[in-house]
């Protein structure tokens, strides 16, 4: 047994120490011999840089016990980030723009009642589903975001609409809806976002509550009843950096809350002169921590390479007292996928083109 955890223990230092170099080269298409047709080096080496693109996502950090982890669940949260995964890679490995990929890999994660974003959404203390979403053009520093949307299926592609057909940068709840229905976004009736999962999480609150909470908390917001967020950061062969992030937010939360998901800079964050960051946590702390656009300001203003960053970011978290994670991706293509909490749902694309999927530490 002690032989078994020490060989985990060891896989994931490897996995963790390798992976950031590993993505230097990552999906590097098998760049021409250097020599091979003209006897020179290229004279550019930012178009072999510009080869290389990649993914990273999450969906979500928060107290994941495999105690609790049945197989068949886990291998669904696994499945849907596979597919999430897929969904974007396929796009980047075909050209395509990073914000679509980001956009594509959020929009599975939306679908699927396993993620706290659109369909699997929590509930809020009046047993409403309010979801937020954001999107980042780092090539432009255009951004868009929906707050407390109860009836877009997508979020994330109604904040897509509002950062590129409104000159806006975040529109709420009735505004926000309709502009989904001016320009043609799927609505639902508020029951496409009921599961029963989740609403046991909030009934499981509810009693809490009514026996004082948690020390003397008014809103007792259990460690299971984390339900994280989703979120993708990509890299595409233009260079182009994108990030997206959509949440149901957390359980119980007072209706009209809005978390660090669609606030520009807490949230989500890309820049394509430093990195593209999606966070999930406790999201006042990481709006009070300006947790994503901290990456890239380390990055432009210190010079520190993508995981020191992320790491010093995810740290001022820690120490207002707020738990979390984020996933980053650099304009080399490297990744960063720090958290602190027990586990973090995410995959990302190793350069062999091998999926990458993991939960726990
Ligand atoms: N960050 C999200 C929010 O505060 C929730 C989460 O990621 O767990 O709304």
Redesign the pocket.
């Known amino acids: 047994m002690k032989l078994l955890a020490a060989a985990n223990c060891f896989f994931v230092f490897l996995l963790f120490s390798a992976a950031p170099k590993a993505f230097e080269a990552l999906a590097q298409e098998p760049a021409p011999s250097p020599t091979a047709a003209t006897g020179k080096r290229p004279e550019n080496q930012e178009e072999m840089q510009r080869k290389n693109f990649g993914i990273v996502i999450h969906g979500?950090?928060?107290t994941i016990e495999r105690s609790t982890m049945t197989p068949e669940k886990e291998r669904a949260y696994r499945a849907g980030l596979e597919r999430a995964l897929t969904a974007g890679y396929e796009i980047l490995k075909r050209g395509g723009s990073s914000l679509d990929a980001t956009e594509a890999a959020v929009r599975v994660l939306e679908d699927d009642p396993h993620f706290?974003a659109g369909r699997g959404s929590v509930f809020t203390s009046a047993g409403t589903n309010e979801m937020?979403a954001s999107i980042m053009d780092g090539n432009t520093l255009k951004a868009g975001a929906v707050a407390s949307v109860k009836r877009v299926k997508n979020p994330v592609s109604l904040a897509r609409l509002v950062m590129e057909k409104s000159p806006h940068v975040i529109l709420d709840c009735v505004g926000a809806e309709a502009f989904a229905k001016e320009n043609g976004i799927e609505l639902v009736d508020p029951k496409y976002f009921f599961t029963q999962e989740r609403w046991d999480a909030l009934q499981k609150i509810k009693e809490a509550e009514k026996h004082g909470g948690v020390g003397g908390k008014r809103f007792f917001i259990s460690e299971d009843g984390?339900?994280?967020?989703v979120g993708a950061v990509a890299l595409d062969k233009a260079g182009n950096l994108a990030a997206a992030t959509s949440?149901g937010?957390?359980d119980n939360k007072l209706p009209g809350r809005i978390?660090?998901?669609p606030v520009i800079g807490a949230?989500t964050y890309a820049n394509n002169q430093t990195c593209a960051v999606s966070?999930?946590?406790?999201?006042?702390y990481?709006i009070r921590a300006g947790v994503a656009h901290e990456v890239s300001a380390l990055i432009e203003y210190r010079g520190m390479k993508l995981q020191e960053a992320a790491q010093m970011a995810l740290d001022a978290v820690e120490k207002l007292g707020g738990a979390?994670g984020l996933i980053a991706i650099d304009k080399n293509g490297e990744i960063a996928l720090p958290f602190n909490t027990n586990g973090m749902y995410r995959g990302y694309v190793d350069p062999n083109g091998k999926f990458v999927v993991e939960i726990y530490k």
């Open positions: 979500g950090a928060g706290n937020d984390r339900h994280g967020t949440t937010g957390m978390g660090d998901t949230g966070c999930t946590g406790d999201g006042e990481f979390g």
